[in-house]
């Protein structure tokens, strides 16, 4: 199984640029990186998947280093409403069908 | 286009009964999951379904909980005897299946708002 492990929790100020690491020492070759934010009494949802080099999309940013052993979500300019908690997952080639785990995430606390 | 349906939304019962929850997934999506999460954790994998098939319940408790997906789409999690450390949120989500050449792609995952389950 290919783990991952971010922080546990970051704080941030509105309008700043918001980094989430995460590292993933044994991503397999054919696994993609992928990310999802949750809100309190909601499910989660899906933000952005990558497998190499940069990603964007509307909501944020993934870059990938060429080892692919971490990735890093960039949220722009955060608001109160990016309050969430943040999941790091790596696809799982192990068996013939895809896992989805979820780690513990990171807590994002946006302050005003 | 219309989400993942869940329901009940909230349930309280008493340790040793029983509950069923359901779930709806999107239009056309082969795959199931129903994912349990604890205050303050992630959401753990209880069990996949291909369709109608079993893909994994390796966590899933099986002495107590049970699950079906009767023709490929709709789908009920039944916990018998319910114990205190079943309360948690219990989330369906449902997916497409992708596959490109050369890779697998872990397929984007549609949630419901969960069902809250409250044991006393």
């Known amino acids: 199984l290919a783990k991952t492990t971010q922080p546990i929790s970051m704080d941030s100020y509105e309008g700043q640029e918001v980094n989430i690491t995460c590292s993933h020492n044994n991503i397999a070759t054919n696994d993609y990186i992928t990310w999802y934010q949750q809100f309190p009494s909601q499910g989660p949802r899906f933000i952005i998947q990558g497998y190499k080099t940069k990603v964007t999309n509307e909501v944020a940013s993934l870059f990938i280093p060429a080892d692919r052993k971490s990735s890093t979500l960039s949220l722009p300019r955060v608001s109160l409403s990016d309050t969430a908690v943040y999941y790091c997952?790596?696809?799982?080639?192990?068996?013939?069908?895809?896992?989805?785990?979820f780690g513990p995430g990171t807590s994002l606390s946006v302050i005003p | 286009e219309a989400g993942v349906a869940q329901s009940p939304r909230y349930k309280i019962i008493e340790k040793r009964q029983s509950v069923a929850f359901w779930c709806n997934p999107i239009?056309?999506?082969?795959?199931l999951y129903w994912y349990q999460q604890i205050l303050g954790q992630g959401p753990k994998l209880l069990i996949q379904?291909?369709?109608?098939?079993?893909?994994?319940d390796s966590q899933l408790p099986k002495d107590r909980f049970s699950a079906e997906r009767l023709k490929g789409v709709d789908s009920t999690l039944k916990i018998q005897p319910a114990k205190l450390e079943d309360s948690a949120v219990y989330l369906c989500a449902s997916s497409l299946d992708l596959g490109l050449a050369g890779g697998r792609v872990t397929g984007e995952l549609f949630f419901g708002e969960g069902s809250r389950l409250t044991v006393l």
């Open positions: 997952l790596v696809g799982d080639t192990e068996t013939s069908y895809d896992k989805v785990i």
């Open positions: 379904f291909q369709n109608n098939g079993v893909v994994d």
């Open positions: 239009s056309g999506h082969a795959t």
